[in-house]
């Protein structure tokens, strides 16, 4: 049997969310975590691990590609040159993070990860496919030195996984390891929002290039986390796309194409704050519900808990799944991640999103099993549901949210 062992990430990642959650209940720090924030944080995990299984082999074929055919020197493997990858991998990263802060257009892509206004290992799941691509762009550098394509994912695989356990609170400083490697300590200034703070350390595994570069700040106060402008939303679509419409918005107010690429490619702190709450009013003016219980929290959880196993199960056995299948389960799961995020936000509109999950179902099923009989019961189901639309609304919003909605 062939099965993809990197689908353990899924329950290695969860382990360490839980551990981290635990350990600060027995030590009396409950604020560290936030049931929405960490949900929202959550959320964008599961995205970034659900599309990674169809662009993760992309981006080997893409080294491989480079390889081959534009390879400076034919690196073999050894110690040395793999702690040299290693390096040069960290040092690509730090300007990748870098420009990601200093230039609007690559921070519309890596604000996802700077949204959460705690800071634990929930965020550091806070990672966007967008990022993924325009950080291969950086690492692209490195075949055309000539690192092979296996070497390159392997290392990024060891990249990865490290600068997880740098997103805590439990752990404070780390003698000697301060003064080489990123730290908690040395993370949580950088997701921080404090004036002293911003634009620091931007390393992921080693924090000699900020000192280096003049971008090393030591965590002396206690920091305020996210962003500068908080934003207040745990929308999963809002989350992810909210910059990139301000910058459309303020691009659009420029004459002439130099002025419009000045926005786009111009720095995040020169960027005019006050057009968040005109595409607020523009994307998020939908009359909310106002709940009345907190019960809605255990459907969140019970979709988010199922959506994990789910996505388990996929990455696990991605080789015996056909594509039509894989496509389908990933479009199920994108949108219970949206309906979760809309739930969190209280909004009306979470109902339709069960038809078109329910949608998806039926059309997964009689594509395996094209039985008119089935067809014919979703067209009666679907006739009854839009029949009774109104009242099935209005029960299920209850349901979710409390009475009076």
């Known amino acids: 049997m062939v099965i993809n062992y990197l689908a353990f990430a899924v329950p290695f990642f969860l382990f360490f969310i839980w551990l981290?959650?635990?350990?600060?209940?027995?030590?009396?720090?409950?604020?560290?975590?936030?049931?929405?924030?960490?949900?929202?944080?959550?959320?964008?995990?599961?995205?970034?691990?659900?599309?990674?299984?169809?662009?993760?082999?992309?981006?080997?074929?893409?080294?491989?590609?480079?390889?081959?055919?534009?390879?400076?020197?034919?690196?073999?493997?050894?110690?040395?040159?793999?702690?040299a990858l290693l390096l040069a991998t960290d040092f690509l990263w730090y300007w990748y993070h870098r420009f990601g802060h200093e230039i609007n257009l690559f921070w519309g892509f890596h604000v996802v990860h700077h949204q959460s206004e705690e800071?634990?290992?929930?965020?550091?799941?806070?990672?966007t496919i967008f990022q993924a691509v325009v950080r291969t762009s950086f690492w692209s550098v490195l075949p055309v030195i000539g690192f092979p394509a296996e070497m390159i994912t392997t290392i990024l695989l060891v990249h990865g996984i490290y600068p997880f356990f740098t997103h805590t609170r439990l752990i404070g400083k780390l003698g000697l390891l301060e003064y080489i490697m990123v730290t908690p300590s040395h993370h949580r200034v950088h997701h921080a929002s404090n004036e002293q703070y911003l634009d620091k350390n931007y390393g992921d595994m080693f924090i000699i290039w900020d000192k280096l570069f003049g971008t090393f700040a030591e965590e002396k106060e206690e920091p305020t986390y996210g962003l500068t402008k908080q934003l207040g939303s745990y929308s999963f679509l809002w989350q992810h796309f909210h910059f990139l419409v301000e910058i459309a918005y303020a691009a659009k107010a420029q004459t002439g194409l130099l002025n419009k690429l000045k926005v786009i490619f111009g720095r995040p702190s020169d960027f005019n704050p006050e057009l968040r709450a005109k595409a607020?009013?523009?994307?998020?003016?939908?009359?909310?519900?106002?709940?009345?219980?907190?019960?809605?929290r255990y459907y969140v959880i019970a979709q988010i808990s199922l959506m994990a196993v789910i996505l388990f199960l996929l990455l696990l056995f991605e080789h015996y799944i056909p594509l039509f299948l894989q496509t389908t389960i990933a479009l199920f799961i994108l949108v219970s991640l949206i309906n979760c995020g809309a739930i969190l936000e209280q909004r009306r509109w979470v109902f339709y999103l069960e038809f078109v999950r329910a949608s998806m179902v039926v059309i997964s099923a009689f594509y395996y099993f094209p039985d008119p009989t089935l067809i014919g019961m979703a067209v009666l189901l679907l006739m009854i549901s839009l029949a009774y639309f109104s009242s099935l609304q209005k029960q299920y919003l209850s349901l979710i949210y409390g009475k009076r909605v």
């Open 119 to 127: 800071f634990n290992y929930t965020a550091a799941t806070r990672i």
């Open 20 to 83: 981290e959650y635990y350990v600060a209940q027995k030590q009396g720090k409950k604020s560290y975590f936030k049931f929405n924030s960490s949900i929202a944080n959550i959320n964008v995990g599961i995205a970034e691990r659900l599309i990674d299984l169809f662009t993760a082999g992309g981006f080997y074929f893409f080294y491989d590609y480079l390889h081959k055919h534009f390879a400076i020197f034919d690196i073999q493997p050894s110690i040395l040159l793999w702690i």
């Open 280 to 296: 607020e009013q523009k994307f998020l003016a939908v009359r909310k519900v106002q709940a009345h219980t907190t019960k809605f």
